[in-house]
């Protein structure tokens, strides 16, 4: 396999363990000879934040949408979830071997009050609300969901983030022996994402706790995951144990496995095409027939959100910033 196939295995083919391991030589061959010029994504910090304001008008009409929903069982069972297998169905079909209660979070880094939290500590005088809203994988396909969730941003603050919190980074628990994908190399456990400070701080970034009114399955990413909707799926980790504030930016799972793929932005954008497909139409799991994908429909920007968060990324090149 050449270096240029090996760095380009879609999302969904990433099983083999030899085509794994040839790729991460790949990438870290890669880092060492920047004169190759396929660096992707690179190390430099993106441009600060713009801070402007958010109309509430505007906001609140990102915390719903009237469009068909997904079945719960659809919504159940076709699902990314390394840790409990590659396969769509796998996760669903796994032996329920997560541990959700007791379930404790460590946060910490730059802030004022870090802490090991229990997952109600956590979520402390905070009412779970019901936001609706489309999630678009980077592989193409996309599912309308009712979350059960609290906005990011309340919880964070409670942790007096400093000024040198310019990141967020989230952590995935790692224990083998209730995620069994893990004793697999399919991914670098444990699972990272990260999120710049105003992306965690968003009012549409939602540390969710359930879906259609009901606590989040396992395959869902019990007891608590990131639902992040203007981004590609896989920047809403699922079972969640650590989140860290930090200055520079963090390592992410895909972004390290191969970054001229999987950036650390990952804004959905028709425009900017993955480098073996195109990202200009998406198929919805609507839920409604005996189909499981709906027609083709297009894709839209920041997955329909550009209205609540473009103005995040005032002046960056989201061709660059990918
Ligand atoms: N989080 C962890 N820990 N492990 C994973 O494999 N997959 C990601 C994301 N979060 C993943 C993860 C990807 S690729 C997608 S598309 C979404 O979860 C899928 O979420 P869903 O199964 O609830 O649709």
């Not at 802030?111 to 402390?124: N, T």
């Not at 994988?137 to 990011?152: D, R």
């Not at 069994?180 to 670098?188: A, K």
Request: aromatic letters at 10%.
């Amino acid at each position: 396999m050449s270096l240029r196939d090996a760095l380009r295995i879609p999302l969904r083919e990433i099983t083999d363990e030899a085509v794994y391991r040839e790729r991460r030589h790949l990438v870290a061959a890669l880092m060492a000879a920047p004169a190759l010029g396929i660096t992707g994504c690179s190390r430099a910090e993106a441009p600060p934040p713009p801070g402007k304001p958010l109309d509430p008008t505007r906001l609140k009409a990102g915390f719903g949408t009237r469009e068909e929903r997904t079945t719960f069982q659809d919504a159940s069972t076709y699902n990314n979830f390394y840790e409990f297998g590659t396969g769509k169905a796998d996760p669903s079909r796994a032996p329920k071997t997560l541990r959700t209660s007791p379930w404790t979070v460590a946060v910490g880094g730059a802030c004022a009050k870090p802490g090991r939290v229990s997952l109600d500590d956590l979520l402390r005088g905070q009412k779970p609300e019901e936001r609706v809203y489309r999630l678009r994988c980077v592989e193409g396909w996309s599912m309308v969901i009712p979350w059960l969730g609290v906005p990011l941003g309340e919880v964070l603050k409670r942790f007096q983030p400093s000024s040198k919190a310019k990141y967020v980074a989230f952590t995935t628990l790692n224990d083998r022996k209730q995620m069994p994908g893990q004793s697999y190399p399919s991914l670098d456990w444990p699972y990272r994402e990260g999120l710049r400070i105003d992306e965690a701080m968003h009012p549409l970034t939602l540390l969710a706790t359930g879906m259609y009114g009901k606590a989040l399955p396992q395959q869902n990413g019990a007891p608590l995951r990131l639902v992040v909707p203007w981004k590609y799926g896989f920047k809403s980790i699922k079972s969640i144990v650590a989140i860290t504030f930090t200055e520079k930016r963090p390592l992410t799972s895909w972004n390290e496995m191969a970054s001229d793929e999987y950036g650390f932005f990952s804004n959905v954008n028709p425009a900017v095409d993955h480098p073996r497909w195109s990202q200009k139409t998406e198929r919805r799991i609507a839920g409604t027939g005996s189909k499981l994908f709906a027609d083709r429909i297009p894709t839209r920007a920041f997955n329909g959100y550009g209205d609540q968060v473009a103005s995040l990324y005032a002046g960056m090149d989201l061709r660059k910033w990918y």
